[in-house]
């Protein structure tokens, strides 16, 4: 018996459009250590790793007459040489090269009549080093019965594990199997027959909806209404995009935590904050009237609202206000630090230590759940910031240590910006996904965060020397004016 899309995992398939592709990236950058990157050994792990993710050799194929929703059937043409992409840089191999082929790979379409992934080994980076570029489609990845499969080929040493005895091979199925299996689900399960009503309804009403949009639009031109000017976070998307990573240290943010209280969630989300402040005002945008941004922001909680996982939690969406038009740096973190305190009043949100601590490297698969869970939030919002982290040790893959992780996520249409950040081995790695046309600069973006990141530093650093002896350095329930002067 096959199975059966759900109507969320289909509702990505239905949504996706060349201006809206819904796949996520993961970019991991090896070093070999070695002159050559074992490129067969590779290849051979990622062979042998498939077989607990059997989903990766699965299609999705339509039911005829739309009977029923889509299954996952085996592809009978599977190919492993078709998914791992072999790739190089020109020299001098920099980090600018290969964010520009990330760019490319991301603004392309998955073929949907092979299995939804696509993976890239690209040689030829500086210092012998060599990146991994994951592309997996969203309906592909529920974060329940399948995990990416980035996180099963990282392992704590050198050495890979034993390989594993992988009897698989395709079944095949026929139209008319697909029609009376579709029947007999129907009969059988009244899940089946609501889920394709459900998905069907959402079909029309998206198509309605959109053609409403249509109507309005052109009726607004008619009589003579000018069209409302997108902000520099929204508008009509491309099918082009831009791609940001730097490499930050996590020990600063663990310095601001310690002095100015909050989390390191709550740090990095005041970095991104004091980042979108400053590049508003290069673009000479008034901030009288967007005093605050709101942003979505999926965290890890245990009985959560959305999308379940096989890794102990479950994601949830946490609507927050950045607030750009404040001027302090520190009154900025303590309210958005304040955001967060009222939402762990309502929600059992898991620790970072216990999401670092899972098997494997589980960022890949908790930065897939929480674009899902971007996808699917109930609330305006303008821009998504997905931070995940990440074990604080090293990982390998086929003995090439892992030294940098960027995650990059999609965009939502209207939207023309998201930011996804991952913690590993003392460093935190960001990764701006923008739309080449809405966002052409985005790597200003990138500047003003470090430069943002530098002024909540600077504001610790203060903090500590000013701290008199026999006192806590945690101002962390002081009067926010207190901080504010601080701040200065």
């Not at 790979?105 to 690209?122: G, N």
């Not at 990282?154 to 299996?181: C, F, I, K, Q, Y």
């Not at 109507?215 to 409302?228: K, Q, T, W, Y």
């Not at 098997?359 to 869970?373: D, I, L, S, W």
Request: aromatic content about 6%; charged content about 25%; hydrophobic content about 40%.
């Amino acid at each position: 018996m096959s199975d059966r899309l759900s109507p969320r995992d289909l509702a990505f398939l239905v949504e996706e459009s060349p201006t809206s592709p819904r796949h996520v990236l993961n970019i991991d950058i090896l070093d070999p250590g070695e002159p050559v990157f074992d490129y067969d050994a590779f290849r051979a792990l990622v062979a042998d790793r498939l077989a607990f993710v059997p989903r990766y050799r699965q299609r999705v194929q339509l039911v005829p007459g739309r009977l029923a929703n889509p299954v996952w059937v085996d592809d009978t043409r599977f190919d492993l040489d078709y998914h791992i992409r072999r790739s190089a840089l020109p020299r001098p191999g920099s980090l600018d090269q290969l964010r520009d082929l990330a760019a490319w790979i991301m603004s392309r379409q998955l073929d949907r009549s092979r299995p939804l992934w696509e993976m890239y080994v690209v040689e030829g980076l500086a210092d012998g080093r060599v990146a991994l570029i994951a592309k997996t489609h969203q309906a592909l990845v529920d974060g329940v019965e399948v995990v990416e499969l980035g996180q099963l080929l990282l392992d704590v040493r050198p050495s890979s594990a034993t390989p594993v005895t992988d009897d698989w091979s395709p079944r095949g199925v026929t139209g008319p199997g697909l029609v009376l299996e579709a029947m007999r689900d129907s009969l059988s399960g009244v899940d089946t027959l609501s889920q394709t009503a459900r998905t069907t309804g959402a079909q029309l009403a998206g198509r309605a909806t959109r053609a409403l949009a249509g109507a309005v639009s052109l009726a607004g031109m008619l009589l003579g209404r000018r069209p409302e000017r997108p902000t520099p976070l929204t508008g009509t998307l491309s099918e082009q995009r831009l791609f940001v990573p730097f490499q930050t240290e996590l020990a600063d943010f663990r310095r601001i935590r310690d002095v100015h209280g909050g989390t390191v969630n709550d740090v990095i989300l005041a970095v991104v904050t004091g980042g979108l402040r400053g590049w508003l005002m290069t673009r000479s945008e008034s901030l009288a009237g967007l005093r605050q941004v709101p942003a979505v922001v999926p965290v890890s909680v245990i009985d959560g609202e959305l999308e379940a996982t096989a890794l102990g939690s479950q994601i949830a969406p946490h609507f927050v206000e950045l607030p750009v038009g404040e001027t302090s740096p520190v009154v900025r973190l303590h309210q958005v630090s304040y955001s967060f305190e009222k939402h762990k009043e309502t929600a059992r949100v898991v620790g970072a230590d216990r999401l670092a601590g899972i098997t494997g490297f589980a960022p890949a698969t908790f930065h897939m759940m929480g674009a899902r869970v971007a996808a699917r939030a109930e609330g305006d919002y303008l821009i998504s910031v997905c931070n995940v982290p990440g074990p604080q040790t090293a990982r390998y893959c086929v003995a090439a240590r892992l030294v940098a992780s960027y995650p990059v996520h999609p965009l939502e249409p209207g939207h023309s910006l998201a930011i996804g950040v991952t913690s590993y081995d003392g460093k935190v790695f960001f990764g701006l996904t923008a739309d080449r046309d809405l966002v052409p600069d985005a790597s200003v973006l990138g500047q003003c965060l470090r430069e943002a990141l530098d002024e909540l530093l600077d504001t610790a650093t203060g903090a500590r020397q000013r701290a008199p002896r026999g006192r806590s350095r945690n101002p962390r329930r002081r009067a926010a004016a207190k901080d504010m002067k601080e701040g200065e």
